[in-house]
């Protein structure tokens, strides 16, 4: 986007999350720095 077209948008808003919802059926495997758990043991390490 250039200079003129942004210095025109003032009124506009956008949202840019740092994240995403996920939803927990999903949701397989979760990577770590310690190696990929399953859902069902993320308990134990917490």
């Known amino acids: 986007m250039s ?8 009124n506009v ?4 999350p ?3 919802y996920i939803p927990p ?3 397989d495997l979760y990577i770590t720095n310690i190696g990929g ?3 069902s043991y993320i308990h ?3």
């Open 3 to 10: 200079f003129k077209v942004k210095d025109s948008m003032k």
């Open 13 to 16: 808003e956008v949202l840019n």
């Open 18 to 20: 740092t994240y995403a």
């Open 25 to 27: 059926k999903l949701v």
């Open 37 to 39: 758990l399953q859902p």
């Open 44 to 46: 134990r390490i917490l």
